[in-house]
């Protein structure tokens, strides 16, 4: 961040990932690196910053599959999910669940439904 960015912090400090949302809340950090989908974005009101020079690797969702065991079909589809999904849809379904604690089945479902693919 220095580097890329100029900037500086006053100290460095190493968490567990679950427990960065509860840091920035409550004043222990300043910053942190969350996953782009991290329901704590929405619910807390996280500020996400731009990064214009990739100093971060993407995060996107990737479909792996192995080719010859998978149906035409089947490959088709998850195409077609990977085509419509973004991350504020990801943001959100994730808030859903993991905030709201609603069904992942049902918020899938409605996700499914809202995007034509149902």
Same mark, same amino acid.
């Given at each position: 961040l ?13 968490? *567990? ?7 920035l809340t409550?004043g222990d950090?300043?910053?942190a690196?969350?996953f782009?989908t991290?329901p ?11 990064d214009p020079?990739?100093l ?12 010859a ?6 490959r088709e589809?998850?195409?077609r999910?990977?085509?419509e999904?973004?991350?504020e ?5 994730n ?5 709201e604690?609603e069904?992942? *089945? ?5 996700w ?5 693919l149902d």
């Amino acid at each position: 961040l220095e580097e890329v960015y100029g900037v500086e912090f006053g100290g460095f400090r190493s968490l *567990d990932p679950a427990l960065l949302p509860t840091a920035l809340t409550d004043g222990d950090v300043q910053a942190a690196n969350l996953f782009t989908t991290d329901p704590a974005i929405a619910s807390e009101g996280f500020v996400t910053l731009e990064d214009p020079e990739n100093l971060f690797g993407a995060q996107n969702v990737v479909p792996l599959i192995h080719d010859a065991s998978v149906p035409r079909e089947a490959r088709e589809v998850l195409n077609r999910v990977s085509a419509e999904l973004t991350t504020e849809d990801l943001l959100a379904m994730n808030e859903r669940v993991g905030v709201e604690h609603e069904s992942a *089945d049902a918020v899938a479902a409605d996700w499914l439904s809202e995007a034509g693919l149902d």
